[in-house]
């Protein structure tokens, strides 16, 4: 009676563990074909890429503008140098922070009509996870940063882009900033309508200026994507409900307010607001949201991570929310230089600020 009760006991066994295989190889299943729907790219392929281009000497042009429209203070090439002895100086002395429970995604948005270039990087916001402290970053990088470029030299920090897309911008973010950037994910403003069309609507307060501001983009983006303007323009500030379009018209304003500055405010609030949307979405609904979401992104993520933040997604929802932007206030000067204005941080407080937030 014992053995026969044993033996019973081992086949139900047998068939959970048999089930648990079976359930595990359809899941993996599922996912692996969730990933390979998506659009990896491997660094070495766009390093590839690129290197011939600036070979050929075809290094991206840059945005220049009049000196009567400069910002910065005009300086010679003597304080240029003293610039990037300073900066040099402090790059060779500060190490590299790395920590294995911090996760840092470089999120991209690229402004470009088509895809005979890179882009220039007009969004970039660092992305950090810390599962000690349960809190999420969201650090923006402000696009007229004066960086050292591998390969390319001092320029704008979305220049990095424009010359070798996300693995260039990855490595001039770690190098220059000194916190170990792991992966980034690429996105183009036309993308980004159709992905917050599908996370949304979200609800956003604007002025009256940042209304006007926003049709006038959005003019432009139905015409290069033929839809009816009249289904999207705003009548007036306040709550605005919007879709993709004019939430991306919103966070591409660039002249209300003050400038680039509070543009990058515009647009955490946005990826912020989409997190909101995110929270209340099951397991389910969020392989069905990837599933149609990965196709329109570019990136570097291996699939044991995408598929590994998948999983973890409900209790990451849950983390903290800490929101800045570099150059912080007070910590940067800005200059005119080679017909641009561009923000040069004080290297030592801005990578001290930085990774105090982040680790």
């Keep these: 009676m014992k ?10 066994l047998g068939i959970v563990l048999a089930l648990i295989i079976i359930v595990g190889v359809i899941v993996y299943a599922v996912l692996h074909g969730l990933y390979k729907s998506s659009n990896y790219v491997e660094d070495e392929n766009v390093k590839q890429q690129y290197q011939e281009k600036l070979e050929q000497g075809s290094e991206a042009p840059q945005e220049t503008i009049d000196p009567e429209e400069a910002q910065g203070q005009k300086i010679d090439e003597s304080e240029v140098k003293e610039i990037e002895k300073k900066r040099k100086e402090f ?3 500060e190490p590299i922070t790395t920590d294995g429970k911090v996760y840092n995604v470089l999120l991209i948005g690229v402004d470009r009509r088509d895809d005979t270039w890179a882009g220039n990087s007009d969004t970039m916001i660092l ?7 349960k809190q999420i970053s969201m650090v923006s990088l402000m696009r007229d940063t004066y960086a050292d470029i591998p390969g390319i030299g001092l320029r704008k920090l979305n220049a990095a882009h424009a010359n070798g897309a996300g693995p260039l911008l990855t490595e001039t973010v770690t190098e220059n900033f000194k916190v170990q950037v792991d992966r980034y994910i690429t996105v183009d403003f036309n993308n980004m309508i159709d992905i917050i069309n599908m996370v949304g609507p979200i609800t956003i307060n604007m002025s009256d200026s940042e209304v006007r501001v926003a049709n006038d983009y959005m003019r432009e983006m139905c015409t290069l994507r033929k839809e009816n303007l009249d289904d999207h323009l705003i009548e007036k500030g306040g709550n605005v409900v919007c879709d993709g379009m004019r939430a991306v018209a919103y966070a591409r304003i660039r002249y209300v307010g003050n400038a680039d500055y509070q543009r990058t405010e515009r647009q955490r609030l946005v990826l912020s607001k989409l997190m909101e949307e995110l929270k209340d979405m099951s397991l389910t609904d969020l392989y069905d949201l990837a599933d149609d979401l990965l196709p329109m992104v570019t990136h570097n993520v291996p699939e044991d991570e995408i598929l590994g933040l998948l999983l973890k997604s409900p209790d990451l929802f849950k983390y903290k929310i800490v929101q800045d932007r570099i150059p912080y206030d007070g910590m940067f000067n800005v200059i005119y230089v080679n017909g641009q204005d561009m923000l040069v941080p004080d290297w030592d407080d801005t990578v001290k600020r930085l990774k105090e937030t982040l680790y």
């Design 91 to 93: 790059s060779e002395n």
């Design 127 to 133: 992305l950090s996870i810390n599962e000690k402290k």
């Design 3 to 12: 053995k026969s009760k044993k033996k019973v006991v081992l086949i139900v």
